[in-house]
Nanobody, 112 residues
């Protein structure tokens, strides 16, 4: 069992930046892969970015070049740096471990 706690969401203007964090209850050395998903109202949850134990990354086309996923194994924390945010990035963002475990989500709202 892995517990995940997200933080860092909030309200930001278009073009702004946010950094999401996901603190894990287990060592990240044992968690592979880890990912960030998001779900907007009325839509299905979608994969935004994923990172493997050796640092290989995947990004959805909609965020490529704007978002960066990273992991700090020493702190057992996963990050998502989000730049040049757009209104369509508005969603609840969830941390995921091993495709099995989910955090409670953190709301990101991009609006002027």
């Amino acid at each position: 069992q892995v517990q995940l706690v997200e933080s860092g969401g909030g309200l930001v203007q278009p073009g702004g930046s946010l950094r999401l964090s996901c603190a894990a209850s287990a060592s990240l050395f044992s968690i592979n892969p880890m990912g960030w998903y998001r779900q907007a109202p009325g839509t299905q949850r979608e994969l935004v970015a994923q990172i493997t134990g050796v640092g290989s990354t995947y990004y959805a086309d909609s965020v490529k070049g704007r978002f960066t996923i990273s992991r700090d194994n020493a702190k057992n924390t996963l990050y998502l740096q989000m730049n040049t945010l757009k209104p369509e990035d508005t969603a609840v963002y969830y941390c995921n471990a091993k495709f099995l475990f989910w955090g409670q989500g953190t709301q990101v709202t991009v609006s002027s």
